[in-house]
């Protein structure tokens, strides 16, 4: 008697583990077999390559493109990245940055003028380096410069 109930509990099972692994999707980076069409269904999954990191903190912009903001050899570093986040050039006249100062009331306040691919401040940035930075991109020269984009960062470094 409970021999056939065992041999059809057994049954059982191995039908349910050939059912479950017929129907289980392939993984998504399973590639077909060269030449062989893939169905439908099937079709493996394409991958991205993932997008590079910006150094230092990351702004990203109202166009879709970025800015790195990074303390390089003690000043403020400003760098420009597409919407893919490669380097690219400037496309505003200078920044001007504002930070608190830890060791006296007041504000420390930098210019950030073009340098290569960047834009680079003069005034040393002094360590711990967790505060917020005002930022303001200039457009034009001298009087006529104009604000075109505005930023507070949370600046960890």
């Given at each position: 008697m409970k021999l056939p109930v065992l041999l059809a509990c057994v049954v059982l099972a191995v039908g349910?583990?050939?059912?479950?692994?017929?129907t289980a999707p392939?993984?998504?980076?399973?590639?077909?077999?060269?030449?062989?069409?893939v169905t439908p269904g099937k079709q493996p999954a394409k991958k991205e390559a993932p997008l590079p990191t910006i150094p230092g903190?990351?702004?990203?912009?109202p166009d879709g493109?970025?800015?790195?903001?990074?303390?390089?050899?003690?000043?403020?570093?400003?760098?420009?990245?597409?919407?893919?986040k490669k380097v690219t050039g400037i496309n505003v006249t200078r920044a001007a940055a504002r930070w608190p100062n830890p060791r006296s009331p007041g504000d420390n306040r930098t210019i950030l003028n073009p340098s290569g691919n960047a834009l680079v401040g003069a005034k040393p940035v002094v360590p711990p380096y967790?505060?917020?930075?005002?930022?303001?991109?200039?457009?034009g020269e001298g009087d006529k410069a104009e604000a075109v984009e505005h930023y507070v960062v949370k600046f960890k470094g």
């Open positions: 349910v583990l050939q059912a479950q692994t017929k392939l993984p998504a980076d399973a590639q077909p077999a060269p030449g062989k069409a903190t990351e702004i990203a912009r493109t970025f800015l790195g903001l990074e303390v390089v050899g003690g000043n403020f570093k400003l760098s420009f990245y597409d919407k893919k967790n505060f917020n930075v005002y930022l303001t991109l200039l457009q």
